[in-house]
């Protein structure tokens, strides 16, 4: 059973950093997709960034250039490097991770940015940046 325990959320200043980091536990396959949603208040949960068990990534167009997603060699901590933090940026982040049974196809990477169409999910991690 693969379990997913968010950290690192908090309060920060328009402009600053933050760093979350998800670890994981039970994840023994070798083709797989994680990834960081969002969801601001009163809004629906947001793709930030998706990566596979070959490294490659994806971001949304918001966060492109500002945020960074890394995982560790072991695949047991998923990261997000956040910069430059805007107030649109605040939500609750949450980790997402899915199985899959071959290689990893870009074309299913660039689409669970938008689908949420994960198995696994951690419970989030507050952000809040202010003005």
């Known amino acids: 059973q693969v379990q997913l325990v968010e950290s690192g959320g908090g309060s920060v200043q328009a402009g600053g950093s933050l760093r979350l980091s998800c670890t994981v536990s039970?994840?023994?396959?070798?083709?797989?997709?994680m990834a960081w949603y969002r969801q601001p208040t009163g809004k629906e949960r947001e793709g930030v960034a998706v990566?596979?068990?070959?490294?490659?990534?994806n971001y949304a167009d918001a966060v492109q250039g500002r945020f960074i997603i890394s995982q560790d060699s072991a695949g047991s901590t998923l990261s997000l490097q956040m910069n430059s933090l805007k107030p649109e940026d605040t939500g609750i982040y949450y980790c997402?991770?899915?199985?899959?049974?071959?290689?990893?196809?870009?074309?299913?990477?660039?689409?669970?940015?938008?689908?949420?169409?994960?198995?696994?999910w951690g419970l989030g991690t507050q952000v809040t940046v202010s003005s």
């Open positions: 997402a991770a899915d199985i899959s049974r071959t290689w990893p196809d870009p074309v299913r990477r660039y689409s669970l940015l938008g689908n949420a169409d994960f198995e696994y």
């Open positions: 039970g994840l023994t396959d070798k083709y797989y997709y």
């Open positions: 990566i596979d068990s070959s490294g490659a990534t």
